[in-house]
């Protein structure tokens, strides 16, 4: 039996197995994707948001974080899906489909969701003129000579538009009901190509007020994915977020822990979500060893 299960290898999930393994723990780590890294894989442009590391992009880190789970030995699973979990007696048993196929089974006493989050729809269906979220598919995609709609108020909107505009576009709006963008983000849009207020959107045919566009931006935040929520009947915020004590990232079942983007706490972000990934593996530590 491993001592926790950890679901998600981004920088919360790996954080936390790091952690346990350099405690002398045996963590198990799982992820669907085949590398380690989660969002960070989908993240292109420079991060200059970590005070020990300018200028390096989020695969710069994901590689980083792949070399730090070698050199620590931690045992994982790439590639595979968990796709099914219960309770058996004091332990948790988790079902992951790996990519041969097969069902792999797992048991441990701490079960640690580090599922993080996807871009959220607002009920748009995918469709050849939409790009949802921010990252690698609108880094590759060609924007010369394109008329870009953007929709959404965050910080990810506005520096969407800047990204389009430097990529060519012939002309970008953006479509917000309010606007939540910091001054720094918003102060890189032209005022007079930020729409605010009500707006339609006519997806399938790009357009939003009546107007065509070529693409369209759908950047309206992000939904949190959390595996097993209810099947363990975990509490959770009115946004879906893993509800938890940010003392000790635990959720409201005692053995579950919820970590980084999945989990309802302070600011998102990859430093916020590793140091979520030590809070957990402590609070294990101190489980594992009666303290
Ligand atoms: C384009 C872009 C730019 C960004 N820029 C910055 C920035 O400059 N600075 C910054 O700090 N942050 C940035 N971020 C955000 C940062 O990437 C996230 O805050 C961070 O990755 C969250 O870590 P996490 O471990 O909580 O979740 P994630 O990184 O989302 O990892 C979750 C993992 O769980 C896995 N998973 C989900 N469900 C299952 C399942 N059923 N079975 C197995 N595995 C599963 C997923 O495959 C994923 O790999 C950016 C994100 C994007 C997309």
């Not at 954080?15 to 723990?25: D, N, Q, R, T, V």
């Not at 939003?208 to 931006?217: F, H, M, T, W």
Request: hydrophobic share 45%; glycine share 12%; with cysteine.
């Amino acid at each position: 039996m491993a001592d926790a299960i950890i679901i998600g290898a981004g920088p919360a999930g790996s954080s936390c197995a790091l952690w346990l393994a350099k405690l002398g723990f045996n963590p198990i780590l799982a992820d669907a994707r085949p590398t380690a890294g989660g969002l960070l894989n989908d993240s292109p442009f420079r991060n200059d948001w970590i005070v020990t590391q300018p200028g390096v992009t989020g695969p710069d880190l994901a590689e980083g974080i792949g070399l730090a789970l070698a050199a620590a030995g931690v045992p994982m699973f790439l590639g595979a899906r968990a796709a099914q979990a219960l309770r058996s007696g004091d332990a948790f048993d988790v079902m992951f489909e790996l990519p041969s196929g097969k069902i792999q089974a797992v048991s441990a006493p701490n079960l640690v969701i580090a599922t993080g989050v996807q871009p959220r729809r607002g009920g748009l269906e995918p469709g050849p003129r939409l790009l949802f979220g921010p990252g690698q598919h609108v880094f590759e995609s060609n924007f010369a000579g394109q008329s870009v709609a953007i929709l959404g108020g965050g910080d990810n909107a506005f520096e969407n538009y800047e990204f389009v505009k430097r990529a060519g576009a012939s002309e970008a709006h953006i479509y917000a009901r309010t606007v939540r963008a910091g001054h720094v983000f918003r102060a890189m849009a032209n005022p007079d190509d930020v729409h605010h207020g009500p707006y339609e959107v006519e997806g399938a045919i790009g357009q939003v007020n009546g107007r065509a566009y070529d693409v369209i931006l759908v950047m309206y935040g992000w939904e949190p994915m959390p595996v097993f929520a209810d099947e363990f009947e975990l509490e959770r915020n009115q946004k879906g977020y893993l509800a938890v004590d940010f003392m000790t990232c635990r959720t409201s079942v005692p053995g579950i822990y919820g970590i980084g983007e999945v989990a309802a706490r302070g600011h998102p972000c990859v430093v916020t979500a590793m140091a979520d990934g030590i809070t957990a593996a402590k609070d294990i530590q101190r489980r594992l060893e009666n303290h």
